[in-house]
């Protein structure tokens, strides 16, 4: 069976009690298992494939209760490292009224930012085996050259590379610096997910079409570029499909981009896609894949949290079932 591995961070939210105040006036937090990677991977095994991360946790009662979420979530944790040397990584968050996020992140450095490329094993990788990554953990560490490896060995087995860039400005000494990482890695993937928000910052360009576009570079052969509740769309080198979005009372918008990406990965490693069927694949299923994906990201934002909120397969069926976008 073909499997999903998702390198990146693995992380705990701390979501805030109270909605309408700066971070350092919140009270009270309930924690939520996160990490852009860990809820792609646990979408990928809600829906019945193989799932793993490939991370590490700090030895401490925080990275105890991820590797219980994970494992509950039905993701492979075989090969997530553990170590005293840091701590595992945690994000506190506050909710503004106007609904924007603020995030303050504990990572000096975490422990996920210490996987080195010795701790990732070549041979891990088979042919059909798919790579997600995120750029969360791509600022200089030795977890950056752990991706550099990782993407590297998956190739070599002639396995897919998808790149979800994932914006966290917070995390960088500065916005150019995050602008280059993904520039720098962005070309190595074969699948590349973009948000709306995300689109101009990364290119510079103004002109949506022309932004998209200008993303397909090096390997990219698929560009699917999100937007929200108005659902998505699918470019590839012979042209453009759009999927209108599912309408859903949501509540919580946290963690649809990764439950849309799980959607669309597992039906990729369903239809055993690599390299060189990836464009062919996504023309013929298109409106399937987007449909799934779509109804994946939709149901997530109607409950709190990520992992958490992340429907199963027979309530993402139903919705589809019983919307007709
Ligand atoms: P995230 O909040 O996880 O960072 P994102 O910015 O990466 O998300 P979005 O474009 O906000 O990505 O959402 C991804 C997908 O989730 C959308 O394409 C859509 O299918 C679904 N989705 C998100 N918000 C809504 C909504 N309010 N109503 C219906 N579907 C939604």
Same mark, same amino acid.
């Given at each position: 069976m073909n499997r999903l591995y998702a390198i990146g961070e693995v992380l705990i939210d701390f979501i805030p009690l109270q909605k309408g105040c700066a971070l350092k006036d919140v009270r009270s937090f309930e924690r939520a298992p996160g990490g852009a990677p860990a809820n792609v991977a646990a979408a990928v095994a809600k829906y019945g494939a193989s799932a793993h991360v490939l991370t590490k946790l700090g030895r401490d009662a925080f990275g105890d209760f991820l590797l219980e979420e994970l494992h509950n979530a039905?993701?492979? @944790? @075989?090969h997530v490292k553990r170590t005293d040397e840091a701590n595992t990584g945690l994000a506190f968050v506050s909710l503004k009224d106007n609904g924007e996020r603020d995030f303050s992140f504990y990572r000096k450095p975490s422990a996920d930012l210490l996987l080195s490329e010795n701790e990732i094993d070549a041979a891990l990788f088979q042919t059909g085996d798919i790579l997600h990554f995120g750029s969360v953990d791509l600022v200089d560490s030795p977890m950056k050259q752990a991706h550099r490896k990782a993407i590297r060995a998956v190739k070599e087995t002639g396995g897919l590379v998808s790149f979800d860039p994932n914006v966290r400005l917070p995390l960088w000494n500065d916005a150019e610096d995050c602008r280059r990482a993904i520039l720098e890695f962005l070309p190595k993937a074969h699948l590349v997910k973009i948000s709306d928000e995300e689109l101009a910052f990364i290119t510079g360009i103004e002109d949506e079409e022309t932004a998209i576009l200008s993303l397909f570079r090096g390997d990219v052969q698929a560009v699917v570029y999100t937007r929200g509740a108005h659902g998505a769309e699918l470019y590839t080198a012979n042209g453009s499909y759009t999927a209108p979005g599912f309408k859903v009372d949501a509540q919580d918008t946290t963690g649809a981009g990764d439950a849309f990406v799980g959607g669309m990965l597992f039906h990729l490693l369903q239809k055993e896609a690599s390299p060189s069927n990836l464009t062919s694949l996504l023309d013929e299923h298109h409106a399937e894949i987007l449909r799934f994906a779509n109804a994946s990201g939709a149901l997530t934002t109607t409950n709190k949290g990520a992992i958490s909120a992340l429907p199963d397969k027979a309530a993402v069926e139903a919705l589809m079932h019983f919307q007709n976008t």
């Open positions: 039905g993701v492979d @944790t @075989t």
